[in-house]
C-alpha cells in the first residue's frame, strides 16, 4: 500500500487549506482511511478518520472546523480544513488502516504552517 498526500502549505489565521491523499496498492474496502498529524516537538495525534461505510470520527479541536470525506471508487481522502489556527500547524500524514489485521499504512507528511 502506498499512500500520496497533497495539498499543504502556508495560509494566514482563519483561511483554509484542502489536503488529499491516493492510496493505491492492495486496498481494501473495508480500510479505514484517515489524518493525523505531528506538531513540532509533539507526538503525532488524530486529526480524523473515516470508515468505508462513511462514519467519521474527529479530534475534539478540529470539530465543527475540519471535513473528512472519502471517494472509495479512487481509493482517495481528503480533509477540507477551514478557520485554519496557528495550532493547527503540523505535518499531516495520511493513514490507512486494515482493521482485520490491526496494522497502519502512512504517506509521507505533507506540512501546513498557519501564521498568526
Known amino acids: 500500500v502506498q499512500l500520496q498526500a497533497s495539498g499543504g502549505g502556508l495560509v494566514q489565521a482563519g483561511g483554509s487549506l484542502r489536503l488529499s491523499c491516493a492510496a493505491s496498492?492492495?486496498?481494501?474496502?473495508?480500510?479505514?482511511m484517515g489524518w493525523y498529524r505531528q506538531p513540532p516537538e509533539k507526538q503525532r495525534e488524530l486529526v480524523a478518520v473515516i470508515s468505508s461505510d462513511g462514519s467519521t470520527n474527529y479530534a475534539d479541536s478540529v470539530k465543527g472546523r475540519f471535513t473528512i470525506s472519502r471517494d472509495n471508487a479512487k481509493f482517495a481522502v481528503s480533509l477540507q480544513m477551514n478557520s485554519l489556527r496557528p495550532e493547527d500547524t503540523a505535518v499531516y500524514h495520511c493513514?490507512?488502516?486494515?482493521?482485520?489485521?490491526?496494522?497502519?499504512?502512512w504517506g509521507q507528511g505533507t506540512q501546513v504552517t498557519v501564521s498568526s
Open positions: 493513514n490507512l488502516r486494515r482493521k482485520f489485521l490491526g496494522r497502519n499504512y
Open positions: 496498492g492492495s486496498i481494501l474496502s473495508s480500510d479505514d
